[in-house]
């Protein structure tokens, strides 16, 4: 395969760019042509392609976002909308595609690997709810942006004697939640994939108080329901001078972090491997450590996201 290109797609991560650099140095390194598709689907339909050089991804490894910017086109989930995309990729000469993106974007790369393009996915989303990989871009940063809000968070509540709810993101997953509670000692986490007691929660803060403590933090996962509703249940239990922060996008903003441009990197230039191989249909995970290639069909179909949940009774037992 001697011309590619690459696009990002649905919600942006930090760590993108890192990946879009990979693909395209990687890719000139090996003697291709490699394109740079603006705006996801929805660029790729309207034909906003440009060849790119070493030069176009400088400076960019630090960057948070995406400069190839991301769209949300659901027309890129019908026939019409996928064979209007292939037109193009024929008008450029493109002979493999990556995709950037979370599982939205995976279907849209099936789609055009059925239609004969063969197209790599990675796992680009801070939320980390993409089955088949340990982690995704973006999730790295995210976690290290909520730490630094928690520890923040903690000074305030310390000196208030107040109870803080903590809304995360992770859509309908618990990883961020779990990862930046445990790392930040908050008292409590709430996640999708656990059941919690509300009476329960608020036992446990009336035995911290007993016990001396002076603030509770309780990360609460966005999948769950919102910090006001949860703080509004929570006060059927008692007064427990309860404060909510809603961290919102701030969480998807921000230069990664080292772990997550090595990630970048890393699957950024093994899917140029895959492709000069002439294989698609493919989505790159990160596996005990090990780059793995899953099919996408099987990932999307069979395989479930789940997070660490280990995380959680650790933390029951270390953070009290
Ligand atoms: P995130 O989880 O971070 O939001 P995502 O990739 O799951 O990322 P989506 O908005 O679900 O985000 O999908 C991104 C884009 O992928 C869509 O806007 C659309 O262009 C394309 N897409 C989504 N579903 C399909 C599908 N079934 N077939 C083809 N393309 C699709």
Redesign the pocket.
């Known amino acids: 395969m001697k011309r590619i290109a690459v696009l990002t ?5 930090p760590g993108m760019n890192a990946a879009v650099r990979a693909v395209v140095r990687k890719g000139l390194y090996e003697g291709m042509e490699v394109y740079g598709i603006n705006y ?3 660029g790729l339909v309207a034909g906003d392609i440009r060849k790119m050089h070493r030069r176009d991804v400088g400076d960019l490894i630090s960057r948070g976002g995406t400069f190839l910017y ?9 026939e019409e ?2 064979l209007k995309g292939i037109e193009q990729l024929k008008k450029f000469g493109i002979e493999g595609l990556v ?1 950037i ?11 055009l690997t059925k239609h004969g393009y063969p197209t790599i996915g990675l796992p ?4 980390n ?2 089955a088949g990989t340990d982690f995704c871009i973006g999730f790295d940063t995210a976690i290290n942006t909520v730490l630094d809000s928690l520890d923040k968070i903690r000074d305030t509540a310390t000196s208030h004697v107040r109870t803080f709810i903590v809304e995360v993101m992770g ?1 309908n997953a618990g990883d961020i939640a779990l990862w930046a509670g445990v790392a930040g000692g908050a008292e409590q986490i709430i996640i999708p994939e656990k059941e919690f007691d509300m009476s329960e929660v608020a036992e446990e803060i009336r035995k911290g108080r007993e016990r001396g403590k002076k603030h509770t933090i309780i990360v609460l996962a966005e999948g769950v329901m919102k910090g006001n509703e949860f703080a509004d249940k929570l006060y059927e239990y008692g007064d427990f001078h309860q404060r909510v922060t809603v961290l919102g996008h701030v969480q998807r903003g921000g230069s990664p972090t080292a772990r997550d441009r090595v990630l970048a990197s890393k699957f950024g230039a093994t899917a140029v491997d895959m492709l000069k191989d002439e294989k698609g249909g493919l989505c790159l995970g990160l596996v005990n450590n090990q780059i793995v290639a899953n099919d996408i069909i099987e990932t999307l179909g069979k395989k479930k996201h789940m997070p660490d949940v280990s995380l959680y009774q650790l933390n029951k037992e270390i953070s009290y």
């Open positions: 797609s649905g919600g942006d991560a996801g689907y929805a991301s769209a949300r086109y659901p027309e890129f989930a019908t909308g996928q995709v993106g979370g599982d939205g974007s995976y279907r849209g790369a099936l789609a680009g989303t801070i939320d709810d993409i859509r």
